[in-house]
Nanobody, 112 residues
Framework: VQLQASGGGLVQAGGSLRLSCAAS????????MAWYRQAPGKQRELVAL???????NIGDSVKGRFTVSRDNAKSTVYLRMNNLKPEDTAIYYC???????WGQGTQVTVSS
């Protein structure tokens, strides 16, 4: 399993970003995909997940601001982040839940 996350960067509070994660080595359409984040000094936190049928589950800390989607034809999962806050600063990772592998993550930094 290979997972390549991208789209992070530096943004001001209130701004938006869209993260992408391209997966390979799996039958993407059959897998539940998830986004996690890890802030400095904190444990890794589940942010959002999307099932193979497109149903989603968004973490309480980002509900109403973040959405997750997928494009099975491109084997890619997305995380749209709106109204970003400084507390959203973290490295964001994607994962196929059926597998233990993690990608390298993408850094999101939100300035106040």
């Amino acid at each position: 399993v290979q997972l390549q996350a991208s789209g992070g960067g530096l943004v001001q509070a209130g701004g938006s970003l869209r993260l992408s994660c391209a997966a390979s080595g799996i039958i993407f359409s059959r897998n539940v995909m998830a986004w996690y984040r890890q802030a400095p000094g904190k444990q890794r936190e589940l942010v959002a997940l999307i099932s193979s049928d497109g149903s989603t589950n968004i973490g309480d800390s980002v509900k109403g601001r973040f959405t997750v989607s997928r494009d099975n034809a491109k084997s890619t999962v997305y995380l749209r982040m709106n109204n970003l806050k400084p507390e959203d600063t973290a490295i964001y990772y994607c994962r196929a839940l059926a597998y233990a592998a993690w990608g390298q993550g993408t850094q999101v930094t939100v300035s106040s």
